[in-house]
């Protein structure tokens, strides 16, 4: 058993005192931040879930008005239309911590200012039903974006609430309860020494004593 294994002195006993307030301390905070990561990735997951619905409904639209564009225009006049972009995008990805976990935040930037840059063709050969369809993937690509965020931040905030989860655990049902198991051992073990010493000393007194005064000598 774990409480065999220790040193019954009062140097480990004062060793061990000091690691249970640590543990206890440790306990906590770690349950404090638990909770707290508990809360913000239910809020995360909450808008997480409203913006992946609204992308959905925004690219089945888009995919609704290219069904309804290529049926008004042949196949090779719209890969013709859209074979040479006129606008790009750059993702400039960074982090910001949040409960010590470090969460992306994904911002982009257009090649050009114009709105009109993201069609790549000219009015004059192509259907209006192409140019909804690619206005509404321009309109739901910032969506896209955040929810890419979104998405990879509830991965990290999950593996952190985990990982938190095992540490609270094992402070609560291992380290704290053994601590408190060694430093009960420890203590039992001194008073039981400090007795032994005791009724040692005791008769030590009683023999010399005896030595002394003659007491417990047969008188003749």
């Known amino acids: 058993m774990a409480q065999t294994q220790v040193n019954p002195t009062r140097m480990e006993l004062t060793r061990l005192k000091k690691k249970l307030v640590t543990a206890v301390r440790g306990h906590k905070l770690l349950k404090d931040k638990r909770d707290e990561l508990m809360r913000q990735f239910m809020d995360l997951v909450k808008a997480n879930m409203e913006l992946r619905e609204k992308v959905e409904k925004g690219i ?21 239309a859209l074979l040479a972009p006129k606008q790009e995008v750059y993702l400039e990805p960074d982090h910001k911590n949040v409960m010590s976990v470090d969460i992306p935040v994904f911002d982009y930037r257009t090649r050009t200012p114009d709105d009109n840059d ?103």
């Open 60 to 80: 089945l639209s888009a995919n609704q008005n290219f069904v309804i564009a290529r049926a008004s225009m042949t196949a090779e006049a719209m890969h013709t």
């Open 118 to 220: 993201i069609y790549s063709y000219g009015f004059a050969f192509t259907s209006s039903d192409l140019d909804d369809a690619v206005k509404s993937l321009a309109d739901i690509l910032p969506d896209m974006i955040r929810l890419a965020e979104y998405e990879k931040s509830c991965q990290l905030m999950a593996a952190e609430i985990e990982k938190t989860r095992r540490r609270v655990n094992a402070l609560e049902h291992v380290i704290i309860p053994e601590t408190r198991k060694n430093i009960k051992y420890i203590t039992m073990k001194l008073d039981e020494n400090e007795r032994s010493t005791q009724i040692r000393l005791m008769k030590v007194k009683d023999m010399m004593l005896e030595e002394a005064h003659g007491y417990g000598k047969k008188e003749y």
